[in-house]
């Protein structure tokens, strides 16, 4: 509004003012004209000097309404002849011609005066100066004013009646389409929609894309949300599955760990009742059988213990944190030289290296590994077991290096089966499930473990994580 | 007489044996009670049922508590143990085979005083009932009686 409001108003106003100079121009062409006939026609009067013929041509120009007063000059300047409309008798201040100006105006005080000098056969004879009213001018310029005042009001009236139909057709639907493109993204609510335009114009086809637009985006999400709750059931599922089966293993191993082992302490215990009560009348023959009843017995025992801290190994939950290596495998070394002090172990432990991973779990695998690694070394005098860290190119790796009895590398692949072992129970005790359970624990930190030896010179086991 | 009383709660009868050889072979004369099930137990110690003429006040001074046992378990025992006034203050050694977590975990939880797995090499079954009869036979001082 306001902008068509000033744009009317500029058009009118430069019209107005377009008009006025033309005006202007024709008024001062008409006075011209008139001074020209005037003047022409007082020639004689002025080469005569007959005055009061020179007047009679003046008064001639009082048909002229708007002439206020006229008076010719002689060559010298004095006046020579004059009329006023009013008689008054009074003369205009007159501009000054200019030499070889025939004709000068001056616009003052709501009047304009033109000056000609009056040429008689190409010589100056008089000046003849005319004074105007520009009552016409002020007139047209008020009519004029008065016009534009009118068309500018009327036009906007109409406006003013017209921009709320043209509001509610066009710029309401896109307000409103605005708004709802607002709110759907502030809220994230696909649900709302645009109401349909009436007409069949443009702006119902851009309603109508949008709504179609919106319909897509909730159907979107209706699908997105159907399969994350799919998904989410069927992780549910599974770790309930999961958790059955992990509850089932755990009733199995107490089952096993407390079931398995009342009959095995019959066994021993009576086994030992009868070579304790009734030596006399066992030779030694029968009292060896008894005495391997016992063993037997005492073997399967640990083999269940072993049994069962493997398969709690694989179920424990597993807790990541930042922890000391070294210090891990020097409180177990400690453990060790406390246990046998008699023993004659060199240990050479690299200081401050840290890994992340279960400190239990990895404080059970050292100590199969350096429990390996000291009774392996049992045979010898002395001994020497290293921990660090062996860095070839690139991958870091841990190892625990002993000089005992070691292995035979043809073997290598059966090292870390479960119950397999390269010696005999005579040569070292154990059931051969250490490497496996260390395996297994290297293996759930995403490592790997394997092993370098030669029979009496050692082995060196090297393990990732 | 009754104050030097070892209750063995144990249902199976060759680790009752067994445990009876141990005490014998470590020369520990105290005289044993055994009850074969939970509930037999608790009708000991609160002098009910069969035991209904024993005079509760007076507690045993060890009792050899096994966990698996039927009709009323080891630990559900410990727990009614604890809960009574009269046998809150009995020396509980829980020995039993099963040495998983839980189990450590509920007996200390319930009070037990002591926890012991038994070995199945038998000697040094024989060792671990010395030692537990050195200890709570003859070191550990006993509560007091009589006090509510």
């Known amino acids: ?465 | 007489m009754d104050d030097n009383v070892i209750l063995l709660v144990e249902d199976n009868p060759d680790d009752e044996a067994l445990t009876l050889r141990a005490l014998k072979k470590n020369n520990i004369v105290n005289q044993v009670v055994v009850a074969r099930d939970g509930s037999e137990a608790l009708d000991y110690m609160f002098g009910r049922g069969n035991y209904s003429d024993r005079d509760a006040s007076r507690l045993p001074q060890v009792i050899l508590l096994d966990l698996k046992l039927p009709k009323i378990d080891g630990l559900e025992v410990l727990r009614q143990l604890r809960s009574d006034q009269r046998t809150k203050l009995a020396p509980v050694v829980i020995l039993t085979s099963s040495n998983e977590e839980q189990d450590r975990f509920k007996g200390y939880d319930l009070g037990a005083n002591s926890y012991v797995r038994k070995p199945v090499d038998f000697n040094q079954f024989i060792e671990a009932v010395r030692q537990l009869g050195l200890y709570w036979l003859v070191f550990n001082e006993r509560p007091p009686v009589g006090r509510r």
């Not at chain 1, 335009?197 to 997105?224: H, K, P, T, W, Y």
């Not at chain 1, 079931?259 to 066994?267: K, N, S, Y």
């Not at chain 1, 190892?399 to 070292?428: C, K, T, V, W």
């Open chain 1, 1 to 465: 509004m306001l902008v068509s409001g000033a744009a009317l108003l500029l058009a009118c106003a430069s019209f107005i003012a377009y008009d006025l100079v033309s005006f202007r121009q024709a008024t001062i062409y008409n006075l011209s004209i008139q001074a020209q006939i005037a003047g022409s026609n007082a020639v004689s009067a002025l080469l005569f000097d007959d005055q009061s013929s020179a007047e009679k041509t003046l008064s001639a120009l009082q048909v002229s309404p708007n002439i206020i007063s006229a008076g010719i000059l002689a060559l010298d300047g004095k006046p020579f002849a004059a009329y006023s409309r009013d008689n008054s008798g009074r003369t205009p201040e007159l501009p000054r011609l200019a030499t070889g100006q025939s004709e000068t105006y001056r616009f003052s005080g709501g009047t304009v005066v033109l000056v000609r000098s009056i040429v008689f056969q190409g010589k100056s004879t008089g000046t003849i100066y005319i004074q105007s009213g520009l009552e016409a001018l002020y007139s047209r310029l008020r009519l004029y004013a008065g016009i534009s005042a009118i068309v500018l009001a009327v036009s906007l009236l109409v406006a003013l009646l017209i921009s709320p139909i043209f509001q509610r057709e066009i710029a309401g639907p896109i307000v409103q389409l605005a708004e709802i493109a607002q709110l759907v993204s502030r809220d994230k609510n696909y649900s709302v929609r645009a109401a349909p335009a009436d007409s069949c114009d443009e702006v119902s086809v851009l309603v109508g894309a949008f709504n179609g637009m919106l319909s897509q985006i909730q159907e979107r999400e209706r699908a997105l949300q159907k399969a994350h709750d799919e998904l989410e059931q069927r992780v549910q599922e599974r770790t309930t599955e999961l958790d059955n089966t992990n509850k089932e293993l755990e009733a199995f191993s107490y089952s096993v760990s407390h079931d398995l082992r009342a009959p095995l302490r019959a066994i021993d215990g009576f086994s030992q009742a009868l070579l304790e009560d009734y030596s006399e009348k066992l030779d030694s023959s029968g009292q060896d059988h008894l005495q391997r009843v016992r063993l037997a017995a005492q073997r399967m025992s640990s083999l269940i213990d072993d049994l069962l801290n493997l398969s709690r190994v694989t179920r424990s939950e597993m807790r990541r944190e930042k922890l000391d290596l070294s210090a891990v495998v020097r409180s177990i070394a400690e453990e060790l030289q406390r246990g046998t002090p008699s023993r004659k172990v060199t240990f050479v432990i690299a200081d401050g290296l840290k890994v992340e991973g279960d400190s239990r779990l990895l404080r059970v695998a050292i100590e199969n590994l350096l429990g390996n690694a000291w009774k392996y070394t049992s045979s010898h005098d002395s001994a020497r077991i290293e921990f660090g860290l062996h860095q070839p190119n690139g991958r870091p790796a841990y190892f625990i290096r002993d000089d005992g009895a070691g292995f035979d590398p043809l073997y290598s692949n059966r090292l870390f089966g479960a119950f397999q072992r390269l010696h005999s129970m005579a040569e070292f005790p154990g059931t051969g499930i250490g490497l496996a359970t260390v395996q297994r624990i290297i293996r759930r930190h995403g490592g790997d473990i394997w092993a370098e030896g030669a029979v009496e010179k050692g082995a060196t086991f090297y393990f990732t994580l």
